[in-house]
């Protein structure tokens, strides 16, 4: 199983970005997934999971700025980000459960490289 993650780069406060997360030998739409960022100097957190209903949660903290999508044909699993602010800088990763659902407790046992997000001011 491989996850790519692209579409990262440098944005003004106030900026939109997509994300893109490629998969091979895995199957989106059959598993929760989700997107994770990590901050320089925080912890990693997940800012949003998508199921395999097509069902999204996200973090408060993002939530009405980030949409996650999947376009099922292709097989790539999205992060759309508007309305950006420098907290919103990190690198960002995608990842794959071996679960259909979101549950509090699943476990994410694929991960990408990352994408790195930088928001100026």
């Known amino acids: 199983v491989q996850l790519v993650e692209s579409g990262g780069g440098s944005v003004q406060a106030g900026g939109s970005l997509t994300l893109s997360c490629a998969a091979s030998?895995?199957?989106?739409?059959?598993?929760?997934m989700a997107w994770f960022r990590q901050g320089s100097g925080k912890e990693r957190e997940m800012v949003g999971d998508f199921d395999s209903d097509g069902r999204a949660t996200y973090a408060a903290s993002v939530k009405g700025r980030l949409t996650i999508s999947q376009d099922n044909a292709k097989n790539i699993l999205y992060l759309q980000m508007k309305d950006l602010t420098p907290e919103d800088t990190g690198m960002y990763y995608c990842?794959?459960?071996?679960?259909?659902?979101?549950?509090?407790?699943?476990?994410?046992?694929?991960w990408g490289q990352g994408t790195r997000v930088t928001v100026s001011s």
């Open positions: 990842a794959g459960s071996a679960g259909r659902y979101c549950y509090p407790s699943i476990k994410f046992v694929h």
């Open positions: 030998g895995y199957t989106y739409s059959d598993y929760c």
